[in-house]
């Protein structure tokens, strides 16, 4: 069970309150102790309200929320026009976002095992699909894939080769855990159909995720949205953790389709009954969830990213209710 508490909700909720929270539930924040002083939360140069962004691969962001990052406003080519001279960021120097300091990774990863943590790494959230949709613009996307526009292909390639970079950067470091973020689904249905998924991404992603497999990696991806019709696809391309949403999925098709054959790592809900839900709902879809979808063989996981918008008093029945039905078999 992991609890999330995203940098928006310092400046949302009471802190005195949600840190009182933090403190009286161990298990989800191990070690935490109340701050003398205000939290200031930091916010990534992409997560600032009213303050343009542009990434590395040339994509503008803007943003209404600070902590929050937004959404593309500019793509980098949204007509071809300037695709000859288009360059990619530098993986040694840049991770898609901003600036990485490949050294402070390799000390991080260094004292994560010292400590008895796993070596994790990851993606940028978005690698391939996402990132090919900020450079082009969404709907210009579908129609490369459907019209088999030649540049598509070179723009793959160049995106795939960054994201192999940093691949293998992070198996060189030692990496035990690699991570695969990308967003396919939609509140009904994938933003990509089957076909094109399976012609245009799959074949990326298999290749991507080949040398930290090949080196003993535990590969985990995240997709919010409906991915039913490409979780076949997604578990043939050499995913081991599936990180999917429960509600917009449903935990019955999760149930049948996914346990036993991958580790679920259950997103928990943030748009109804968190949001909307009573205290006893929520421990309700809580343990409903780990009856469903636990075993005593294990494979199944639990998250939940706190944003501004839950009353307090479900923030808490949430929490009262991970911990204890972390331990708990039917």
Not at 42 to 68: I, K, L, N
Not at 188 to 202: A, C, D, N, Q, Y
Request: aromatic share 10%.
């Amino acid at each position: 069970m992991r609890f999330h508490v995203t940098a928006p909700c310092w400046n949302h909720y009471p802190q005195d309150a949600l840190q009182g929270l933090m403190a009286e539930h161990p298990l989800l924040f191990p070690g935490y102790t109340v701050k003398d002083a205000p939290i200031e939360p930091s916010f990534a140069p992409w997560q600032r309200a009213g303050v343009p962004y542009t990434d590395g691969w040339g994509c503008v962001w803007e943003t209404t929320v600070d902590g929050s990052t937004g959404v593309v406003v500019q793509p980098a080519l949204e007509t071809w026009e300037g695709f000859e001279d288009y360059e990619p960021p530098d993986p040694e120097s840049h991770n898609g976002w901003g600036p990485v300091d490949w050294e402070r990774v390799a000390k991080d990863l260094a004292n994560a095992k010292a400590n008895g943590r796993l070596a994790s790494g990851s993606l940028r959230h978005g690698h391939t699909f996402l990132t090919l949709s900020y450079i082009r613009g969404y709907e210009n996307l579908l129609f490369d894939m459907a019209d088999d526009e030649p540049r598509l292909h070179r723009l793959i390639e160049m995106v795939e080769a960054f994201n192999m970079h940093i691949v293998r950067r992070y198996v060189a470091l030692g990496v035990e855990w690699m991570g695969y973020p990308e967003d396919l689904g939609m509140q009904v249905g994938p933003m990509v159909s089957p076909e094109l998924f399976r012609r245009w991404i799959k074949p990326v992603c298999q290749r991507l995720i080949a040398p930290a497999r090949e080196a003993g990696c535990i590969i985990h991806m995240h997709s919010d949205g409906d991915i039913r019709a490409l979780a076949d696809g997604l578990i043939e391309g050499g995913i081991q953790v599936l990180n999917l949403q429960d509600l917009v999925n449903g935990i019955d098709w999760i149930r049948d389709t996914l346990k036993g054959r991958v580790c679920i790592d259950l997103d928990i809900d943030r748009q109804r009954i968190t949001r909307f839900g009573t205290p006893a709902e929520i421990d309700a879809h809580i343990r409903g969830a780990v009856e469903t979808l636990g075993s005593r063989d294990g494979g199944l996981m639990m998250i939940h990213g706190l944003y501004p918008g839950p009353p307090l008093a479900n923030v808490k029945a949430l929490m009262d209710a991970m911990e204890p039905y972390a331990a708990y078999y039917a």
